[in-house]
């Protein structure tokens, strides 16, 4: 299995499409493992080179029990493109995979062609959190009243649209099926939850200055679309995309507009 050690953890990661196309490298969100990008790169894998790995702390990479940070994870998604021999690439990072993603564009701007940055925002006291409601449905967890179904179900009806999982019941297994072939341990998630909310790049994004695409859905609640527009006017010369009902994980449910703005933006920059 393709493993590389960077300091002191090993990240597991996936390379598809040809190996001399332009690369992207893909980056997650809060929790989530590889397997969420199963809309994107077989789309995407035509064109580029794209790459997929495990943040620490979740899948298949290692998950230390110390506190995690934003730049931590901005050096080993460098640490990994040494090991890969990539001088530059373009990045796609969604809620925290967004956080990191900024972060390298801040810390590393040499290694960065280009920015897709999906339902996120620039953290600190400025950014939009999501509601108590939002929150309490995201961290539902099974009690003696609450069956595991029961509370799977109340976390995914706040990233997507109920209508949607009403209908795609089978795919809200197979997802849930991913997420618990490699369990997330508790501390694992917590100390990627409380490298998310220390975050604060708010006055560090307007030093970015490779192309830059935001795209969020205008239904999100767990990051309110709102954060998109601040984003945008922090980023110079940013392109903003607002995707039409589009819940926080729009790269899954509406993966058709979200690849499609993906794939334009990057043919674009590669002119």
């Known amino acids: 299995m393709p493993y590389e050690t960077i300091d002191d953890i090993e990240l597991y ?38 790459i997929v790995f495990d943040n620490r702390g979740v899948g298949r990479s290692s998950k230390p029990d110390y506190p995690y940070t934003m730049d931590m994870f901005a050096a080993d998604t460098v640490g990994l493109m040494k090991s890969l021999d990539i001088e530059t690439a373009h990045f796609l990072g969604i809620s925290m995979g967004g956080f990191i993603a900024q972060q390298i564009a801040i810390s590393y701007p040499e290694k960065v062609r280009s920015l897709i940055l999906a339902s996120t925002h ?76 220390a975050f604060d790049v708010e006055e560090e994004v307007k030093k970015i200055s490779v ?20 984003l945008a006017d922090k980023i110079p010369g940013s392109k903003l995309v607002f995707i039409k009902g589009g819940p926080h994980l729009s ?21």
């Open 13 to 50: 990661y996936e390379v598809h499409g040809p190996s001399d196309a332009p690369p992207v490298i893909f980056i997650e969100g809060w929790g989530y493992s590889l397997w969420m990008w199963f809309r994107q790169i077989p789309v995407l894998k035509e064109r580029y080179r794209c």
């Open 251 to 271: 790269f899954i449910e509406h993966y058709g507009m979200f690849n499609s703005e993906v794939l334009s933006f990057l043919a674009e920059v590669e002119k």
């Open 122 to 197: 620039f953290g600190g006291p400025n950014a939009i959190i999501a509601n108590d409601r939002t929150m309490a449905m995201m961290f539902a967890s099974p009690t003696e009243t609450l069956s595991k179904e029961q509370a799977t179900k109340m976390r995914y009806s706040v990233a997507f649209n109920p209508k949607y999982l009403e209908k795609n019941m089978l795919l809200l297994n197979q997802i849930q099926e991913w997420v618990e072939q490699y369990p997330q341990p508790l501390y694992a998630r917590g100390n990627q939850a409380a490298a998310s909310v």
């Open 211 to 230: 192309p830059t695409l935001i795209l969020h859905g205008d239904s999100d609640l767990i990051v309110p679309p709102q954060n998109a527009e601040l």
